[in-house]
């Protein structure tokens, strides 16, 4: 049975960084696209980026480039690096896949990681 296992989250200062991980193990599933996803408090969760499978990456216009993402496809990793963090990234992030192309929408993403709690103070 294929998981996702996210790892990384915590506390920072405003202006720091942080890098999530997600996992994927088990086998029998090929994932077309591995999105991050972010819930603030009390908000819908959103779409912060997307990895299609041949590396293609896209990130949310509100990011403004502070966030990007990397994979290390022998360990089945996919990494979101953040940088420059403002109290307005706090929130639980996920990570997703599906098994087709990417897609903004959460609930177009089958398979979910377990969600990491961010943190940023200011």
């Known amino acids: 049975q294929v998981q996702l296992v996210v790892s990384g989250g915590g506390s920072v200062q405003a202006g720091g960084s942080l890098r999530l991980s997600c996992a994927a193990s088990?086998?029998?599933?090929?994932?077309?696209?591995i999105g991050w996803f972010r819930q603030p408090p009390g908000k819908e969760r959103e779409v912060v980026a997307v990895m299609r499978k041949d590396g293609f990456t896209d990130y949310a216009d509100s990011l403004q480039g502070r966030f990007t993402l990397s994979a290390d496809n022998a360990k089945k990793m996919v990494f979101l690096q953040m940088n420059s963090l403002k109290s307005e990234d706090a929130g639980t992030y996920s990570c997703?896949?599906?098994?087709?192309?990417?897609?903004?929408?959460?609930?177009?993403?089958?398979?979910w990681g377990q969600g990491t709690q961010v943190t940023v103070s200011s």
């Open positions: 997703a896949a599906r098994r087709y192309a990417c897609m903004w929408q959460p609930n177009a993403y089958g398979l």
């Open positions: 088990g086998a029998g599933y090929s994932s077309g696209c």
